[in-house]
């Protein structure tokens, strides 16, 4: 007879809760999960949904289609195209409005508990600038600012959230 196996990390479990990584174990469902809808763009296989999802509005239909020229190195006018049929497809449109993207966990524990914390202005950097430079030296309290970074509130360590 086979073990059972965590579906969060793998690991083998003999309890009702995983040893490695907390996650409960239940029982295993009678079918498997839907398949990731997959389509290829000039040779490059992908998920469109959370990609669409990303790019809201008019700018965001730009920046889609920059974004997947890049990405997959197809002409403009084919990621033009591909982005065209897809928001001309409502059941796929529905799909992208319906997506709600996975939490950010935290690379070291895998824990969603997570503090996102945004650096402002400081005013001590911004006063010895101008002590130093003068008025212009103000602006020295802005360098930073708006950096973001992310402390896991399960481990306490910190990281760069990832690039969505």
Avoid: W
């Avoid at 490059?44 to 889609?64: E, N, Y």
């Avoid at 591909?82 to 993207?101: C, K, L, W």
Wanted: glycine residues 12%; charged residues 15%; proline residues 8%.
């Amino acid at each position: 007879m086979m073990g059972k196996f965590c579906t969060n990390c793998g690991t083998e479990v003999t309890g009702k809760f995983c040893a490695n990584c907390g996650h409960p174990v239940g029982e295993v469902p009678d079918k498997a999960p839907a398949p990731v809808p997959q389509e290829m763009l000039n040779g490059v296989t992908f998920d469109p949904v959370p990609i669409f999802a990303a790019h809201k509005g008019r700018s965001g239909q730009i920046d889609l289609i920059k974004d997947l020229a890049h990405a997959t190195g197809a002409s403009i006018s084919a990621a033009k195209a591909f982005a065209d049929a897809h928001y001309a497809d409502s059941a796929f449109m529905q799909e992208v409005e319906a997506y709600v993207p996975p939490p950010m966990k935290c690379p070291f524990c895998n824990s969603t508990n997570i503090q996102v914390q945004q650096s402002g202005y400081k005013f001590g950097r911004g006063l010895v600038g101008t002590v130093l430079f003068g008025v212009l030296g103000a602006f020295a309290g802005g360098i930073g600012a708006k950096s973001v970074t992310c402390l896991c509130a399960n481990c306490g360590k910190s990281f760069s959230p990832p690039k969505r």
